[in-house]
DNA sequence: CTGTTAGCGCGTTCAG
DNA sequence: CTGAACGCGCTAACAG
């Protein structure tokens, strides 16, 4: 198989034209004749021509790629993001580049580095848990390239940011175990720099408080809410003999890791003890009727941020205004009467 | 906030040196002084300096990126793929760009067309159900870009692949389920086109005719295996008062839809149906004890595609000979004394 | 409508 | 060890 090298030049020389001509004539340029353009697509797709991009965006000094990154594209929530994301974007004409950075901001640096070398339009994002501040995102500002936090940002308030209203959760799903008759609720909690878990637990904070009831520190348990964590964390409950009736987790991950480790103890769930994950994640419908949760809108979520982002791409001069969008989430409650 | 317009020129200006010195400099040539180095270092952290790559790769006609196709991040399956192949890559000083294709064999082509467009240095790819052979692939060949399949290929045996051992797993499976007593085992079967569900199929067929168990036509519900598809057949199932004591499912989505219709109709799964699926999602572990999982090494594979992919990279020039890799598979069955 | 010229930012000759 | 010049492939400006 022949190795292609064909460049526009190419294909002039093989029509006798300029090789200007030929890239008008293949972005498909106005001025243009008809009838050189058919020749010289004709010819491009005889010589086996592939454009090369590369030297397209060094030459036009712009690139139609966004980068996002996450912290895990398994993660349910960040991948409906995505598709929401990637929907947007090819709507609008760009490609998406996706990253993840595993939690850490090690990695997270690493690939805005990349990102910013390789000159994308633009970047979502959505920290990592070691990430306590902005630093590592200079490179972009001084690279000029926007970006907009979706989901998890810093509690620093500034930058453009695409939110759900966390405090309005976590105080849902308090209140939904409340009135489930649940009065010594446990929260899994995770990184308090992280804006979404700190308010999450000021939702859950406030709903103890307009019901009554008593705030314990003992009945906070803090992690990175790994499946893992989640699966100790019920542990430490059950052997600590702690009085507890519901289960308030800040993420789904944890609640499925706790829901495991209680179905082996053989503790049935739906009538010892009531959970509420927050995401989205399907296998909540399926695994037990006990797991209320918190949807998370990922999909529509991810359209957004990137209209957000596109925005500032396309008004790179003139600066706009930072702003925040915040979306709402609700609680879906499953049908427990099925065994 | 100013944008950065920092080029080696400008930092080769500011000390009164040449560009081409500076380029050395940032590459970390043998042939300049340690000291001017310092100083240009110096120099381009002030400035702000941050390299172009897409200048550099024009420049140098090559990339340290390679492209991942996948039908979808979300399934587990894919995105442990992903995970091996990111560590892999990382490793050898690649980057990697994720694409899905959401089963579409459009979108494949589009994925393709850009990949080749950007250069990227090879592609890795598990092809759409849509896909029903390789044209699309031409791209990529006449670029000289290398390519290799990973658990999804289509039936022709060509280029290079890297497979789990699907005959076996299909057969394995339907051994498991015999060996458990059951006599009428239902198929949940995918587009036979593609290498891994004809083979799973067959491995089904080897394992009743070797155990004196008849094949029936009407045994076998062949769909695209999406979560609905398993749902419906269920649903199917049982209206169709089919005489069915045990189900293998092609893949885990599909297996998950089945059971899910099942619980809602309240056919408790462990005692009545015996299930076993085809992933390594980790749903399984938790769903219901019933569902026993052929395990499929994601991460592992990843890896090993990776490197099979870089050494054809390296060694663009001399074409080396094709081969195809593969992986075994293992059965992982679920402890079904605990409730 | 088409050709000419110049240059995006960088790396690699080749001299010195 | 460093500088000057050229060109990767493409496109924008200006002629004509």
């Known amino acids: 198989m022949e190795i292609n090298k064909v460049t526009i030049h190419d294909i002039a020389k093989a029509l006798g034209i300029d090789s200007s001509t030929v890239s008008r004539a293949l972005n498909d340029s106005s001025r243009v004749t008809k009838k050189t353009k058919d020749k010289i697509l004709k010819k491009a797709e005889e010589l ?12 036009k000094n712009v690139t139609n790629t966004i980068g996002v990154v996450v912290p895990r594209i398994s993660r349910h929530f960040f991948s409906s993001a995505i598709q929401g994301i990637e929907e947007a974007a090819y709507q609008s004409g760009y490609n998406v580049i996706i990253c993840q950075s595993l939690e850490q901001l090690e990695r997270e640096k690493n690939i805005l580095e990349s990102l910013a070398a390789n000159r994308v339009a633009g970047v979502l994002i959505s920290i990592s848990m070691e990430t306590m501040n902005y630093d590592h995102m200079n490179g972009l500002k001084q690279g000029g390239i926007p970006f907009v936090f979706f989901d998890r940002h810093c509690s620093i308030p500034e930058n453009n940011n695409v939110l759900i209203d966390d405090f309005k959760g976590g105080f849902d799903a308090t209140q939904h175990l409340i009135d489930k008759g649940c009065k010594n609720i446990v929260h ?5 720099e992280l804006g979404i878990y700190k308010n999450r637990f000021d939702g ?7 019901n009554n009831l008593p705030f314990k520190d003992a009945y906070v348990l803090s992690s990175r809410l790994m499946e893992q964590d989640g699966f100790e964390n019920a542990k430490s409950l059950l052997e600590n003999v702690l009085d507890f009736d519901g289960i308030f ?9 706790a829901m495991k480790y209680l179905l082996n103890e053989g503790i049935k769930i739906p009538d010892d003890v009531a959970i509420v994950g927050f995401s989205n994640e399907p296998i909540s419908t399926v695994i037990n009727p ?50």
């Open 48 to 59: 086996g021509y592939q454009r090369n991009l590369l030297a397209s965006n060094l030459r």
């Open 188 to 192: 899994f909690s995770g990184p308090q």
């Open 204 to 210: 859950y904070k406030a709903a103890l408080k307009k």
């Open 249 to 257: 987790s800040a993420n789904d991950v944890a609640a499925i890791g």
């Open 290 to 339: 006990a797991l209320t949760t918190i949807n998370q809108p990922g999909f529509e979520m991810g359209k957004i941020a990137t209209d957000l982002l596109l925005k500032q791409v396309k008004n790179k001069t003139t600066l706009l205004k930072t702003q925040t969008i915040i979306l709402d989430s609700n609680l879906i409650e499953r049908d427990s009467s099925k065994k």
